[in-house]
């Protein structure tokens, strides 16, 4: 989810620290390595930072701890501006994927999602997880 950050910013409110721009290094580096790049923000700027507008993406917020994750979920989902931020998924994943939905079918689409995500169901996901896993590991070196 994304939340679209309009250019001017009220007095009331203060945007996280984060980088002014992104450098061709750092922009690399995201191309290459986004876990690690987005890793070593988090480390430099702690778990919520600001990112600057990146390729087709808007500047927008990085929420890297588990209390910010919760409150962004939870949140009203009108405020949400997912579509426009998520275009350059939609070759991989299609207009009608929920990543690229807002509004009315976004929140239907979520509804059908939904109870494949609740606490028991996810607990019975949880031994094919640890399988998987285990067997991905057999073969390491």
Same mark, same amino acid.
């Given at each position: 989810?994304?939340?679209?950050?309009?250019?001017?910013?009220?007095?009331?409110? =203060?945007?996280?620290?984060?980088?002014?721009?992104?450098?061709?290094?750092?922009?690399?580096?995201?191309?290459?390595?986004?876990?690690?790049?987005?890793?070593?923000?988090?480390?430099?700027?702690?778990? #919520?930072?600001?990112?600057?507008?990146?390729?087709?993406?808007?500047?927008?917020?990085? #929420?890297?701890?588990?209390?910010?994750?919760?409150?962004?979920?939870?949140?009203?989902? =009108?405020?949400?501006?997912?579509?426009?931020?998520?275009?350059?998924?939609?070759?991989?994943?299609?207009?009608?994927?929920?990543?690229?939905?807002?509004?009315?079918?976004?929140?239907?689409?979520? =509804?059908?999602?939904?109870?494949?995500?609740?606490?028991?169901?996810?607990?019975?996901?949880?031994?094919?997880?640890?399988?998987?896993?285990?067997?991905?590991?057999?073969?390491?070196?």
């Amino acid at each position: 989810m994304t939340l679209i950050i309009e250019p001017k910013v009220s007095n009331n409110s =203060k945007l996280p620290q984060g980088p002014n721009h992104y450098s061709l290094l750092a922009k690399l580096n995201f191309i290459f390595s986004p876990l690690s790049t987005l890793e070593s923000q988090r480390n430099r700027y702690g778990d #919520i930072y600001y990112s600057p507008s990146f390729a087709s993406f808007p500047p927008f917020i990085i #929420i890297a701890n588990a209390e910010g994750v919760e409150a962004l979920f939870t949140a009203d989902p =009108k405020i949400f501006d997912t579509a426009s931020c998520n275009r350059a998924f939609q070759p991989l994943l299609g207009s009608q994927s929920i990543l690229q939905l807002d509004g009315n079918p976004h929140e239907q689409r979520r =509804k059908l999602l939904m109870p494949s995500f609740h606490g028991q169901r996810l607990q019975s996901y949880g031994k094919i997880i640890i399988d998987v896993t285990q067997s991905i590991i057999k073969h390491w070196q």
